[in-house]
């Protein structure tokens, strides 16, 4: 005796169904793999406190010479000699770099940052766009200016950095 098509076709369907979810989950999933980036040149922006800074203490901590830029440069100075000596305490020979770059300037003034860096410790390998500004208040109480100034800093000074760097 046969079983109807409508009984088997449905169990048939969900099967496929949640083979093809496991498939795409799996592939869909981040890489677990550990790059090495022992020796590479990572730059990162706004990397003069805050997350930037504990960014570039990781990448020291993974091997990497490390650039900051920032806009201040006395926050620039103290970051830097607080990286450098944390690179010593690890006994590697990593260089920590920094470098005045007003991420809202123009294209330009971006890419001669990047290339001042680049000059020292070598093209870069990883770049860390951290760079960011924002304005806190009601939307319509924001001033135009300070919109412009988000865009500048958060989106196109991103797109600067990574075309000076490709």
């Given amino acids: 005796m046969s079983i109807p098509w409508y009984f088997v076709l449905p169990p048939i369907l969900i099967v496929a169904f949640l083979l093809a979810l496991v498939f ?4 869909s999933t981040p890489s677990k793999r550990n790059y090495d980036l022992k020796g590479r040149h990572a730059l990162v922006t706004g990397g003069s406190k805050g997350i930037g800074k504990e960014i ?3 990448l020291i901590k993974r091997g990497s010479n490390v650039s900051i830029c920032a806009r201040k440069e006395s926050d620039l100075r103290k970051a830097c000699e607080e ?3 944390y690179a010593t305490q690890l006994g590697c020979n990593q260089q920590v770099r920094w470098y005045s770059i007003d991420m809202m300037g123009k294209y330009e003034e971006i890419e001669r940052g990047i290339r001042s860096a680049e000059a020292q410790l070598g093209p870069v390998d ?3 766009n951290n760079a960011g500004h924002s304005v806190q208040d009601a ?3 924001i001033d135009i200016d300070d919109f412009e100034k988000q ?4 989106y196109l000074s991103a797109v600067s950095s990574i075309i000076s760097v490709l």
């Avoid at 795409?24 to 592939?27: A, D, K, P």
């Fill in 151 to 154: 865009v500048r800093v958060n």
């Fill in 139 to 141: 939307f319509e109480k």
């Fill in 126 to 128: 990883v770049l860390i």
């Fill in 83 to 85: 990286l450098q000596t």
């Fill in 56 to 58: 570039a203490k990781s």
């Fill in 24 to 27: 795409i989950l799996y592939f």
